[in-house]
């Protein structure tokens, strides 16, 4: 017996035959055969199996090596590996849109949070509060109200991701980890774009906004 055996497939109407015998004594019987499964040892080179194999089964049918086509479980990995990476970078791609939306709408509250907070900021001034201190404020508020909306965002996927396996009897698991990082990205998230309101409303001159109405 040789390192590598073929599943010979019988395709006929309505049934499926199976057999395995070493690839030595392959014949191609009638063309109901069209497709053979070969299985390799551990450590096989896969290409030195396709030079070997593919010839050796053209010359079976009296056909051109380029008429057989060969491909290994390594191949269809790749494969699926590749549709995964475009679809990651697909889902990638309209989360940052996601994101990008989510935080101009964040930036815009918090100028209409320091247009409406003037005269507050102009107290808090007037009594020694400094730059950064408003700076601070604004920011944490920013942030906060970036990490309410990831929280909420989590809640709701876990709810329709448990769901869906609930009726398709699929187990979900909900890892932690993934949850502090989503909800610290939002924060981070709510940090950047909360830089321009918190830096505008750190700005403000104390007398200007104690005159504002």
């Known amino acids: 017996m040789t390192p590598f055996e073929a599943m010979m497939m019988s395709m006929m109407p309505g049934q499926t035959k199976e057999g395995f015998i070493p690839y030595t004594i392959l014949s191609w019987p009638n063309d109901y ?10 450590g096989t080179d896969m290409n030195e199996l396709s030079g070997r194999m593919v010839p050796y089964l053209a010359r079976l049918k009296d056909r051109q090596p380029a008429d057989v086509t060969f491909y290994s479980a390594l191949d269809e990995m790749k494969g699926n590996d590749s549709m995964m990476s475009s679809l ?4 990638g791609g309209i989360a940052a849109i996601s994101l990008l939306v989510g935080g101009i709408g964040i930036m815009n509250i918090m100028l209409v949070s320091v247009t409406e907070r003037t005269r507050e900021i102009g107290i808090r001034k007037a009594l020694g509060a ?20 990831g929280i909420l965002g989590v ?4 709810g329709l991701v448990m769901g869906g396996g609930a009726m398709f009897g699929i187990s ?10 989503a909800v610290g990205f939002s924060a981070l998230v709510g940090l950047f774009f909360g830089l321009y309101p918190a830096s505008k409303a750190a700005k403000k001159d104390p007398i200007d906004a104690l005159r504002y109405e």
């Open 33 to 42: 055969l069209f497709q053979l499964n070969f299985y390799a040892k551990e």
């Open 130 to 149: 400094k730059t950064r201190d408003v700076m601070i404020q604004f920011l944490t508020e920013s942030a906060i109200l970036s990490a309410l909306g």
């Open 155 to 158: 809640v709701i996927g876990a």
């Open 172 to 181: 979900v698991v909900v890892k932690p980890q993934v949850v502090v990082v």
């Open 88 to 91: 990651s970078a697909a889902v």
